[in-house]
């Protein structure tokens, strides 16, 4: 263990100036059986610090082939190595400048042992959930309704949101969001989606009681729904429908819900495009316009990100393209999308890219980097960056 004179020694030899440096002088030594694999180090910012300080966790997360990442109680951030030519030293109790109170006259040394080291550490990056497994894993076993008398309910292949935590990477206040999103709903302590066509089931059930009761589909009482829907089907799917396809409120202590055009809108036109390849333009829009309750207006922006309108053909077509059904790297979903469609226009492509931005990254950073634009016809359109075999 160094004494003060030989730190002086030191300093006279390194020709620095005892009285330039602060006076405590920290002497570092190696303790027993130290290794560079003790401890892996990992750099947070100041939210993910305060995050920690104040007791809560942060998991990794992610299958064996899988690449890791990092989740905090409501965000996912992407796990890579940072090497740095530094060693970095792991030194408990030490205490950096800003901490000292330095208030001896006269210099003194602190013995401090090292107790690790390393010469890289782990970088945060924040990044997308990756949510499409969620939809897959839910697939396996989608719910289709109460079991048929005489036939025992499927029981393979169900997931708690426990199991779900364990396989997707994802936040657990994400994971919730998404399941909300795609519809889930918890059955006997597991998570379900629903079957496609028994859910378009409950709600044609529901807009079809909207119109016979001459109801406005901004007013439809829950307590009537559910006393007239029981005998059809289950009265928790029932108003498990109405939470996907409307707003609850309560007006005068009773409940209502208040159906969001857009949203039924939306389910009805993807049961009419569920199972054709390509739909005429305009007998679609007739048709749909028709399946809806009476006062409401379908448009064709309620399925940017589900239907693709061709206006090239003709007749003009529509057809089903879910943004959901798109791969979810980057390159992968460029290179599929411009194997549909040689050029696209900034409206028709958006809607199948904006969920690949990071954060403060824009749809149009997205096309420069990986598209090139020209004018066609007086339109700015997007064709890929290299050939895309068809």
């Given at each position: 263990?160094?004494?003060?004179?030989?730190?002086?020694?030191?300093?006279?030899?390194?020709?620095?100036?005892?009285?330039?440096?602060?006076?405590?002088?920290?002497?570092?030594?190696?303790?027993?059986?130290?290794?560079?694999?003790?401890?892996?180090?990992?750099?947070l910012d100041e939210t993910l610090c305060k995050h920690i300080e104040s007791g809560e966790s942060l998991v990794i997360r992610g299958d064996k082939d899988e690449r890791a990442?990092?989740?905090?109680?409501?965000?996912?951030?992407?796990?890579?190595?940072?090497?740095?030519?530094?060693?970095?030293?792991?030194?408990?109790?030490?205490?950096?400048?800003?901490?000292?109170?330095?208030?001896?006259?006269?210099?003194?040394?602190?013995?401090?042992?090292?107790?690790?080291?390393?010469?890289?550490?782990?970088?945060?990056?924040?990044?997308?959930?990756?949510?499409?497994?969620?939809?897959?894993?839910?697939?396996?076993?989608?719910?289709?309704?109460?079991?048929?008398?005489?036939?025992?309910?499927?029981?393979?292949?169900?997931?708690?949101?426990?199991?779900?935590?364990?396989?997707?990477?994802?936040?657990?206040?994400?994971?919730?969001?998404?399941?909300?999103?795609?519809?889930?709903?918890?059955?006997?302590?597991?998570?379900?989606?629903?079957?496609?066509?028994?859910?378009?089931?409950?709600?044609?059930?529901?807009?079809?009681?909207?119109?016979?009761?001459?109801?406005?589909?901004?007013?439809?009482?829950?307590?009537?729904?559910?006393?007239?829907?029981?005998?059809?089907?289950?009265?928790?799917?029932?108003?498990?429908?109405?939470?996907?396809?409307?707003?609850?409120?309560?007006?005068?202590?009773?409940?209502?819900?208040?159906?969001?055009?857009?949203?039924?809108?939306?389910?009805?036109?993807?049961?009419?495009?569920?199972?054709?390849?390509?739909?005429?333009?305009?007998?679609?829009?007739?048709?749909?316009?028709?399946?809806?309750?009476?006062?409401?207006?379908?448009?064709?922006?309620?399925?940017?990100?589900?239907?693709?309108?061709?206006?090239?053909s003709r007749p003009e077509t529509i057809s089903l393209l879910r943004v959901e059904d798109l791969p979810e790297d980057t390159v992968e979903r460029f290179h599929h999308l411009?194997?549909?469609?040689?050029?696209?226009?900034?409206?028709?492509?958006?809607?199948?890219?904006?969920?690949?931005?990071?954060?403060?990254?824009?749809?149009?950073?997205?096309?420069?980097?990986?598209?090139?634009?020209?004018?066609?016809?007086?339109?700015?359109?997007?064709?890929?960056?290299?050939?895309?075999?068809?």
């Amino acid at each position: 263990m160094r004494t003060l004179e030989e730190v002086q020694a030191t300093l006279e030899i390194a020709k620095l100036k005892e009285e330039d440096l602060l006076s405590t002088v920290h002497c570092l030594s190696f303790g027993d059986n130290v290794s560079s694999a003790d401890y892996c180090l990992m750099e947070l910012d100041e939210t993910l610090c305060k995050h920690i300080e104040s007791g809560e966790s942060l998991v990794i997360r992610g299958d064996k082939d899988e690449r890791a990442v990092l989740c905090s109680s409501d965000k996912t951030y992407d796990l890579k190595i940072a090497d740095t030519s530094n060693l970095l030293l792991v030194v408990p109790g030490c205490r950096t400048p800003d901490q000292l109170t330095d208030n001896q006259d006269s210099t003194h040394v602190v013995h401090t042992q090292i107790w690790g080291f390393c010469n890289s550490y782990w970088e945060l990056r924040k990044q997308r959930p990756k949510l499409r497994k969620l939809k897959k894993l839910l697939m396996e076993n989608p719910y289709e309704g109460p079991a048929i008398r005489g036939q025992e309910d499927n029981t393979e292949n169900r997931y708690t949101m426990e199991d779900l935590l364990e396989r997707i990477q994802a936040s657990e206040e994400e994971l919730k969001t998404h399941l909300e999103t795609i519809h889930a709903c918890r059955i006997d302590g597991y998570w379900r989606v629903l079957d496609f066509d028994y859910e378009m089931k409950l709600l044609g059930h529901v807009t079809q009681l909207v119109d016979s009761e001459s109801w406005s589909f901004n007013k439809v009482p829950l307590h009537t729904s559910l006393e007239e829907l029981a005998p059809l089907e289950p009265r928790e799917m029932i108003e498990h429908c109405l939470n996907c396809y409307g707003k609850r409120y309560i007006e005068s202590g009773e409940v209502f819900y208040a159906l969001h055009e857009d949203r039924v809108c939306w389910g009805l036109a993807l049961m009419l495009l569920q199972n054709a390849v390509k739909f005429n333009l305009k007998e679609f829009q007739d048709v749909w316009q028709q399946s809806v309750p009476e006062g409401m207006t379908t448009r064709l922006e309620q399925l940017k990100g589900v239907a693709l309108v061709d206006r090239t053909s003709r007749p003009e077509t529509i057809s089903l393209l879910r943004v959901e059904d798109l791969p979810e790297d980057t390159v992968e979903r460029f290179h599929h999308l411009f194997s549909l469609r040689e050029k696209w226009t900034e409206d028709d492509i958006t809607p199948y890219i904006q969920d690949l931005c990071g954060e403060k990254q824009t749809t149009g950073a997205l096309l420069t980097k990986y598209a090139r634009s020209s004018m066609q016809s007086g339109v700015k359109v997007f064709n890929s960056r290299r050939p895309v075999a068809t």
